[in-house]
């Protein structure tokens, strides 16, 4: 393992005020988000709308790195580059989902653990080739009456921590995805709660199985009030609770925290790492980030719509959204002046 190598990609990922863009949608995540809008579920559909990201002009300002899926990575732009290297062109460096998805976890109903450990060792050398330089692995957890149970949290935690090791020895960086779902009724404490017990039991794995903390970058959830519960909270509400969750939990060996946007809109995610960042950069010892798929890609899904036609103005729009994250790891993100601009040409 070239552990200076990973070290210096995982600093890549999280430099200056960039972060990541999750471009990774399964094929069923990503027709399942066509198919709401009418857009062919079509290979030739999925490619068009992986070309519109990946070549929207001045993307590499704010997007250090792109997480992409086996079928995308095979995959070329209309001109005929692999996505790998039109992100790499672009000042992007490119990623790869390589979990096998959520699946149901025995013995506990309404609980899920991600598969796809068995293999993965002989799957990296070829994403490697093909110009990864990290990889992704989601973990779900869900909230709900009794759960999560300990041995949801403990089997997904250990595929998160040895998935970890097999990228590191792979020479990718793993970006550690435990992602504890907004859906349900429950409060922000709970949530708080939840949070920490699974980034303590994700840590702990971690150790054990002597991942290189230096060497990854964490995806969390922010921590929220359940999408379901009447009594919202404030950004800043949030905002303290989310950083005092980290706080808790996340060494300070961690270079970087990059979070997932789980279903928030576009606007709140930006308005709640804005306030994270304004509020706590000078005690947090990790660069704190984005890696959002739908809080930035969703405006510019539904202005594409599957027609070419309109790709410039879905290219403004991802821009403007990627544009806004950037601005909130600085602690400048304006919500009020949140109107989209022109991407430059
Ligand atoms: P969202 O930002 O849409 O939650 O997606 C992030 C991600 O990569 C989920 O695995």
Redesign the pocket.
């Known amino acids: 393992m070239n552990a200076q190598r990973l070290i210096d990609t995982a600093k890549a990922l999280m430099a200056g005020d960039k972060g990541l863009l999750?471009m990774?949608?399964s094929t069923p995540t990503c027709n399942r988000r066509f198919a709401k809008l009418g857009i062919a579920e079509t290979e030739a559909a999925r490619r068009a709308y992986r070309d519109m990201i990946v070549t929207t002009p001045g993307l590499g300002e704010c997007i250090s790195g792109a997480?992409l899926y086996d079928e995308t990575i095979r995959q070329r732009t209309d001109r005929g580059l692999p996505f790998a290297q039109a992100l790499a062109q672009a000042g992007i460096i490119p990623g790869i989902?390589v979990d096998g998805g959520a699946k149901e976890l025995a013995g506990h109903p309404g609980e899920l653990v991600t598969e796809g450990l068995d293999g993965l060792r002989k799957r990296l050398p070829e994403y490697v080739a093909m110009g990864a330089r990290f990889a992704?692995w989601?973990a779900v957890i869900t909230i709900g009456d009794g759960l999560p149970s300990r041995g949801c949290i403990d089997a997904n935690a250990h595929a998160l921590a040895r998935y970890a090791a097999l990228c590191q020895e792979g020479g990718l960086v793993p970006i550690v995805?435990p992602?504890v779902l907004m859906e349900g009724g429950h409060s922000l404490g709970q949530c708080a709660a939840i949070t920490e017990d699974v980034l303590r039991a994700v840590f702990d794995q971690l150790h054990t199985q002597r991942v290189m903390l230096e060497g990854i970058l964490l995806?969390p959830n922010m921590v929220l009030p359940g999408s379901t519960r009447a009594e919202q909270s404030t950004v800043d509400e949030v905002a303290d609770a989310t950083v005092a969750s980290l706080l808790r939990t996340v060494p300070a060996a961690v270079p970087g925290i990059a979070?997932?946007?789980?279903?928030q809109s576009a606007e709140l995610?930006s308005a709640r790492l804005n306030a994270m960042n304004v509020r706590f950069k000078s005690r947090m010892p990790w660069a704190l980030a984005f890696?959002?798929?739908?809080?930035?890609?969703q405006p510019a899904l539904e202005i594409w719509g599957g027609l070419a036609a309109n790709v410039p103005a879905a290219q403004q729009a991802l821009f403007h959204r990627a544009d806004c994250n950037r601005a909130a790891r600085r602690g400048e993100y304006d919500a009020a002046a949140d109107a989209p601009r022109r991407a430059p040409s």
Do not use: H, N
């Open positions: 999750a990774d949608e997480i989902k992704k989601r995805e992602e995806k979070f997932l946007s789980g279903g995610a890696s959002f798929a739908r809080a930035i890609q």
